[in-house]
């Protein structure tokens, strides 16, 4: 019988009221009395030496304020990087300074250049048309390759080159991968591009800058999924300003997929604006700002190879990537084809011997970070895709091969380091066939191949590691950064519970799901739970949302410190019952005495709590509140097998994705209806890297996918109704709650199971035999590899 309430309750969310009747409050709805409008210059080309800025007409024009340029942020920080890479050789990654605007040279089109404050945002648009900028055009360098080449021109004069960082890991298995690769009775060899993205969230950034100088404090608006490590890298880093004297607010965000996560140029900008001009300054990003300005997601170029023994056991993976850093290091670039991707290598088999190599290189384009999976996509497809050629080059079952092949005994530690609490790959696999109906697929292929159309089945499994921690260790590895969360559970005098947490919402439903929690731990009816986020004043230091790290990072703190005050709460009801401690009980919202019939109400322990008559407060200090810090042990491992089925077109290449099904195991589950949408919208992601997202840009650096006329994005008639389950179940055993991250993984398993799907349909009816296809798959691309 489905639960109504608490932990595996499918409550509906709360927060879709408001943003269903337009209730919502985001950062563009935030209009301050006085307020100015800034529009930002940016470059048209990729690569330049900026000689001058002459804003002398501007600066006449009606309405204008000041136009600020490159000099006037020299004496501020760079946008700082948050991970610090140490290379194979143990040097420290290369750096370059991030300016707030562009200062001596332009790096990439896109970047901001000048930035005119006005009345009105036409205004400020009408008089950047007025600025002349005088600059010698460069030529650029887009291909990674081709940027770390001897003679290629240099993004940043002041590096040695191109290369960011040539990182080896695990450096000390190299010889042994390379010698079981020598000594394989089989080795499979595929060379794959992990496509560049645009995140596209729904809401585009948004900034407002206010500044008080009566007491010399800032507060910034921005659309962000961690506002207080804004705070820390924009306040001390960027502007200097003291933390105390900074807050940072992040209301309603209308999606974020890794996007938001990082600091960028018109936080700081808008920041330093509104304390120059004495008035708040908004930026509100147009679309085509947001395609050149937003950090893009993936760019990888990889040949992974894949050794097998006579037998067809894995016996060694090794990898070379090549991963574009953009023209400058984003907040956390540097750490997703590292350790967010070469830690994952391994996937859910066995295989002894593992070696990543990933040489990150710095291009005129705009700057990659994460982007949702962030690292364990490009792990899965690289794995996934090779393990499939594998399994038609040696001519057996792909599901048979990875059985064989799956981990079984937990705890696991891989060969890149991380270990495995738990998982039961044969679990979800069996759940796959089952709700994938496998035994069907031959009767629906013949169905289609009388219609003279081909029908693929394509699978593959998946592991990821979520809530990356803990932070001793990321720091040890480069994190500057601690990686834990917080939370405060405060609880009134008449019962009601606020809880204060440092994760962010943006899609993730925590308004309704941590209710949930703390409504199981008590008793009390979830909508007397409140959650607050969002605003640096108001909730205790928090590192954000993103990672899937919500529930078993944030939520556990919630779990600690909702733990806390229950233990004070049991000592008061003891008091009030003339108990022993030791002998109170809490269940369903009230403190019994154990073995007695003696009980007393939630509410009216609380309020006792504040109004405190009835027992000494030489025991027990008056109110009820309490905050925890929670620092994982180590990541959760959610895991899963994906399948999708499609019917290909042989004449035109166009592919339909006919059926899609999902086994993820969760560990324990807050809300199956939430953690299930999760998954669709991952999957969504997955189809639209898979099949139709692809950003480009021509040889002298101009972004050719600027707009929707160029960038494709899944629409609702490119997705199929998805079967989704998560019912395997083997709960993470070193959190509280026993869950697992559950935001990315739709859309690191979707994407090589629909180019094994393709590949299948083509290689099973059409006699043509095609190794791979690089995403995305448009009907172009597989009517030409079908010739």
């Known amino acids: 019988m489905p639960k109504d309430s608490g932990i595996g309750a499918s409550s509906k969310r709360r927060e879709d009221v408001r943003f269903l009747t337009g209730a919502g409050n985001y950062t563009d709805d935030i209009n301050i009395y006085g307020q100015l409008h800034v529009h ?75 930035a005119v404050v006005a009345e009105t945002l036409a205004q400020a648009r009408d008089a950047v048309e007025a600025i002349v900028l005088d600059y010698d055009v460069l030529p650029a360098v887009i291909d990674m390759k081709d940027a770390i080449s001897a003679d290629a021109p240099k993004v940043h004069d002041d590096l040695t080159g191109n290369l960011c960082y040539d990182w080896g890991f695990v450096e000390e298995n190299r010889q042994a991968v390379d010698d079981a690769i020598k000594g394989a009775a089989h080795v499979t060899t595929l060379e794959l591009v992990n496509n560049r993205l645009v995140a596209n969230p729904m809401e585009p950034r948004v900034a407002v800058g206010e500044y008080n100088r009566s007491d010399d404090f800032h507060t910034l608006h921005t659309t962000s999924q961690n506002p207080h490590v804004i705070r820390l890298l924009m306040g001390a880093f960027v502007l200097g300003i003291p933390e105390h004297k900074l807050r940072v607010v992040a209301p309603d965000v209308g999606g974020g997929f890794g996007t938001k996560i990082f600091h960028y140029q018109e936080e700081a900008f808008v920041t330093f604006a509104a304390k120059a001009l004495n008035r708040p300054v908004k930026w509100t990003s147009t679309r085509s700002e947001a395609f050149m300005s937003d950090a893009h997601g993936r760019d990888h170029v990889t040949k992974i190879e894949l050794a097998l023994d006579a037998d067809n056991n894995f016996v060694a993976v090794r990898t070379q990537t090549y991963a574009n850093m953009g023209a400058y290091l984003s907040t956390f670039a540097s750490s997703v084809p590292t350790w967010l991707h070469g830690t994952l290598m391994a996937g859910n088999y066995k295989t002894p011997h593992i070696y990543v190599n990933v040489k990150a290189v710095f291009t005129n384009t705009v700057p990659v970070d994460a982007y949702r999976g962030a690292g364990r996509p490009e792990a899965t497809f690289q794995l996934e895709r090779v393990i499939d050629m594998a399994a038609h080059e040696l001519g057996v079952d792909p599901i048979a091969l990875r059985r064989q092949n799956f981990i079984t005994q937990f705890p696991y530690a891989t060969p890149v380091a991380v270990e495995y609490d738990t998982g039961d790959y044969h679990a979800t696999m069996d759940k796959l066939v089952e709700i994938a109906d496998f035994a069907g697929f031959s009767a629906r292929r013949a169905q289609s191949e009388a219609q003279g159309k081909l029908r693929g089945l394509g699978m593959n499994c998946y592991i990821e590691a979520c809530g990356i921690a803990p932070s001793n260790l990321v720091g040890q590895l480069g994190a500057r950064a601690g990686l834990y969360d917080a939370a405060t559970v405060r609880v009134n005098a008449t019962g009601s519970i606020s809880v204060m947490v440092g994760a962010h919402s943006h899609g993730q439903g925590h308004e309704t799901s941590f209710p949930q929690v703390i409504s199981e731990m008590i008793g009390i009816p979830e909508d007397q739970i409140d959650i607050v986020h969002g605003d640096t004043s108001k909730i205790p230091f928090g590192m954000g949302t993103y990672g899937s790290r919500s529930l078993a990072v944030c939520g556990s703190a919630m779990v600690r410190a909702a733990e806390k005050v229950i233990n004070k709460a049991k000592k008061i009801a003891a008091h009030l019952m003339e108990a022993s401690e030791g002998d109170i009980e809490l269940k369903d919202g009230r403190f019994s005495v154990a073995g007695t019939d003696k009980s007393v109400a939630w509410g009216d322990v609380t309020l006792a709590a504040y109004v405190p008559h009835n027992y000494p407060l030489t025991d027990i200090e008056p109110g009820l509140e309490e905050t925890a810090f929670y620092d994982p042990a180590n990541f959760t491992y959610p895991s899963g097998a994906y399948a999708c089925e499609v019917e290909l077109d042989p004449e035109t290449g166009h592919v339909k994705i006919e059926r899609f099904c999902a086994a993820d195991d969760f560990g324990n589950v807050i809300n199956p209806m939430i953690v299930s949408g999760q998954v669709h919208g991952g999957i969504a992601q997955g189809i639209g890297q898979a099949m139709m997202e692809g950003c480009a840009y021509d040889s002298d650096g101009q972004l050719l996918s600027a707009s929707y006329m160029d960038y494709a994005m899944p629409r609702a008639g490119d997705v199929p109704f998805y079967t989704v389950d998560h019912s395997c179940q083997t709960p993470c055993t070193h959190n509280p709650l026993g869950v697992k991250g559950c935001g990315e993984a739709g859309a690191i398993g979707s994407p090589p199971s629909l180019v094994n799907a393709v590949l299948d349909a083509i290689n099973s009816g059409s006699g043509k035999k095609v190794a791979h296809i690089d995403m995305p798959l448009t009907p172009h691309r597989v009517w030409a590899a079908m010739q």
């Open 40 to 114: 930002f210059l940016r470059a048209d080309v990729a690569h330049a030496v900026l000689n001058g800025v002459d804003t002398s007409a501007a600066e006449g024009m009606p309405g204008v304020h000041r136009i600020f340029t490159g000099a006037d942020f020299e004496a501020v920080g760079s946008i700082p990087c948050g991970w610090l890479i140490t290379d194979r050789h143990g040097d420290p990654m290369q750096e370059p300074r991030h300016p707030v605007l562009a200062h001596g040279k332009i790096r990439h089109v896109g970047e901001p250049i000048c």
